[in-house]
């Protein structure tokens, strides 16, 4: 546990976490840019998460040593993480057919946050969801997208029990 104590601190997490989500959304966009896949709204709203965990990383490279900012990391990035593996099930369930849904071309996103209108060329749907471009190997993006994203939350999961776990042995008493 203490291991993964000194791991939940380390601004070493934080950085790689950082450096993959740059790598996801550099993927996707030449995917869409370069390859002529045009992103699903499954495929956005991953990318929204994936935004969403790189603002999370680096709001705890700059707290990540106190407690309690720590602890607010490690909750938001295991939420953000949560959503990001329940949108790559998706993904690859109405790839593979396993999950019927239909969707559509409006991202539902709060009148007050449109990055579909803010960024469209990041955030805006151009295809409905059916299939992944195939990557190296003859995975489907939306099949290396799931394990990754499970594995991804595991960890987080863990962290936060570790962050937690050290937050309680702080607050234990010293015996006399």
């Known amino acids: 546990m203490n291991t993964l104590a000194n791991m939940a601190q ?3 997490y934080w950085l790689a976490l950082l450096a993959l989500g740059f790598s996801l959304e550099a993927t996707a966009l030449y ?25 999370v990383m680096l709001l705890a490279l700059a707290v990540h040593r106190t407690q309690a900012g720590g602890l607010v990391a490690h909750l938001l990035s295991t939420m953000l993480l949560a959503g990001l593996a329940q949108r790559a099930w998706l993904l690859l369930g109405i790839e593979r057919g396993f999950v019927e849904g ?9 009148s007050w946050l449109p990055l579909d209108h ?21 995975f489907s993006m939306a099949e290396v997208l799931l394990p990754l994203s499970i594995v991804l939350l595991l960890l ?5 029990l570790a962050t937690l776990f050290s937050l309680r042995s702080d607050r234990q008493p010293t015996p006399l």
Not at 102 to 108: A, T
Not at 118 to 138: D, K
Not at 156 to 160: F, M
């Open 102 to 110: 239909e969707c559509s071309f409006d991202l539902g996103l709060p």
């Open 156 to 160: 987080s999961i863990s962290l936060l």
């Open 10 to 12: 380390s601004r070493w």
């Open 31 to 55: 995917f869409q840019y370069v390859m002529d896949y045009g992103p699903c709204v499954l495929c956005i709203h991953v990318r929204i998460l994936v935004l969403g965990l790189m603002l």
């Open 118 to 138: 803010w960024f469209p060329a990041m955030f805006q749907v151009h295809q409905a969801c059916g299939y992944t471009p195939p990557l190296p190997l003859g």
